[in-house]
């Protein structure tokens, strides 16, 4: 396969998956990259304000804002570091947990959708590509 071909199939297939993902967040009132967030957190539990912009790919100037917006939906809070006064830890609250575990089940379902056609092989392979590719980002 020639890499013109293939640089356009990852293409599409990026701005299919983010159109389904907007098409999901719009309906919560949040913003794609806040519902990145609430994973982030959801699946990784308390987390420091650093490492949550590195997962996202955003500067903390950026994360500052997106979390100043989550905090005052009540869906993730900032405590204090026990063991580094300079940092905090992001964490979920109730209402930020029932929305992950709400968010996670359409991922799932998207998932499975994605590799009906395949076979169990066939996604360990698609998996492991993934994996691969990912660890080159």
């Known amino acids: 396969m020639k890499i013109k071909n293939l640089s356009q199939l990852i293409v599409e297939l990026y701005e299919k998956l983010s159109s389904w993902e907007e ?3 719009k309906d919560s009132g949040l913003t794609t990259t806040q519902a990145h967030i609430i994973d982030i957190v959801g699946h990784s539990g308390s987390i420091k304000m650093k490492d ?4 996202t790919g955003v500067t ?12 005052e939906r009540k ?9 580094d ?3 905090y830890l992001i964490e979920l609250t109730p209402e930020g947990e029932s929305y992950f575990k709400q968010h ?4 799932l379902r998207m998932t499975e ?19 691969k590719v990912l660890g080159k980002i």
Do not use: N
């Open 85 to 87: 006064r300079r940092s």
């Open 23 to 25: 098409d999901v967040v």
């Open 52 to 55: 949550l912009a590195e997962k």
């Open 113 to 131: 959708d994605l590799v009906s056609d395949l076979t169990e092989k066939e996604q360990e392979i698609f998996a492991g590509i993934i994996e």
């Open 104 to 107: 996670h089940k359409f991922h």
């Open 60 to 71: 903390t100037g950026t994360l500052t804002v997106a979390a100043d917006r989550l905090e």
């Open 75 to 83: 869906l993730l809070k900032r405590k204090p570091h026990e063991s």
